[in-house]
């Protein structure tokens, strides 16, 4: 039986309540790719965000997807897609779609057809962009509704105006854990040097604190480590440094949730924590991190809260807590 199928890709920017900063630069709105595949009058639907750190643009994304119309079309399965595209935005964007597609025109959800078990609430992190140390002080005191705070650092002014940033948000909610996310903005001999100011705060793990080729001297630095642009796919969490204890699964750099289920089962059997973490986005994209996240040991999904607006029926956040997608927006 042949399969047809109407493609539509389309860019959309989504503007932010306030400007998010991290290391690697700032922005006032989510750009973003979003697919839709059309069969027997069912609509799956992915959305992905490119990632300029990957050399990925809205154009290149794009592109990528438009050049694997025809395949699509003729019904393309998740299986060849893994084939076709490298992991990154374009394979993500495809990929969600096309389980949310198989949902649809199976009358039952991802989560039956993946095997997993029933979405429940989850709590996640909330991020604190990257500022001065003041701004980032009323930004953690204004999320008190959230225990575990995300605080972006990595900063040009170094290391050590990174730590009076901690110290003045440690100030501001010494009720609240944290996790610090550098995107490879320290430099490995800042952080041996300071590893004891930084283990006194508490911290639950630094994420990505170096960039990937200076990450070999991590081992001999007495602090938890969490890997995020280190790791896009299940190949690597086998040649992973052992410095990290943990890893964040994003679905954009793994391809989609296909890849990053068999990124879960990979860094569980070699005994590492799970994050799951996500894109400034909207609920479209969060809804399938939000199954891989129900086995996660931390949660940092708050893409749409970052939004002046979200997608109409995405996920409902009361305070912390984080609900399951409504059917009509995906799975």
């Given at each position: 039986m042949t399969i047809q199928r109407n493609i539509s890709i389309r860019a959309e920017s989504w503007p932010l309540r306030q400007q998010f900063t991290i290391a690697r630069g700032s922005k006032t709105s989510a750009e973003v790719i979003c697919v839709e595949i059309a069969e027997n009058g069912q609509i799956g639907r992915g959305e992905s965000v490119p990632y300029g750190r990957y050399g990925e643009s809205i154009e290149t994304v794009s592109a990528a997807i438009e050049a694997l119309r025809p395949a699509l079309e003729n019904g393309l399965t998740r299986a060849q897609l893994a084939d076709a595209l490298l992991p990154g935005a374009a394979r993500c964007a495809i990929d969600c779609a096309l389980w949310d597609l198989q949902a649809k025109l199976e009358n039952r959800p991802v989560w039956q057809i993946a095997d997993l078990s029933a979405p429940q609430i989850v709590q996640t992190a909330f991020t604190i962009s990257l500022n001065g140390a003041d701004k980032m002080a009323e930004q953690a005191a204004a999320a008190r509704d959230f225990s575990l705070l995300k605080i972006k650092l990595g900063s040009t002014d170094g290391l050590l105006a990174d730590i009076a940033r901690l110290h003045e948000i440690c100030q501001a909610r010494p009720d609240a854990q944290f996790i610090v996310d550098a995107n490879e903005g320290w430099k490995i001999e800042e952080l041996a040097r300071y590893q004891e100011p930084l283990a006194r705060f508490g911290v639950m793990f630094f994420e990505q604190p170096v960039a990937s080729q200076d990450e070999h001297g991590l081992s001999d630095i007495a602090l938890p480590f969490c890997a995020d642009e280190s790791v896009h796919d299940s190949s690597?969490?086998?040649?992973?440094?052992?410095?990290?204890?943990?890893?964040?699964?994003?679905?954009?750099?793994?391809?989609?949730?296909?890849?990053?289920?068999?990124?879960?089962?990979?860094?569980?059997?070699?005994?590492?924590?799970?994050?799951?973490?996500?894109?400034?986005?909207?609920?479209?994209?969060?809804?399938?991190?939000?199954?891989?996240?129900?086995?996660?040991?931390?949660?940092?999904?708050?893409?749409?809260l970052w939004l002046q607006q979200d997608r109409p029926h995405g996920h409902v956040f009361r305070s912390a807590a984080m609900h399951p997608p409504a059917t009509e927006l995906w799975g």
């Open positions: 690597d969490i086998a040649q992973l440094n052992p410095a990290y204890q943990w890893v964040n699964i994003k679905l954009d750099k793994a391809g989609g949730l296909t890849e990053a289920l068999a990124m879960q089962n990979a860094a569980r059997d070699k005994g590492l924590k799970i994050m799951v973490g996500c894109m400034v986005a909207t609920s479209l994209a969060m809804a399938p991190a939000f199954l891989l996240a129900q086995k996660a040991d931390l949660i940092d999904l708050d893409g749409p």
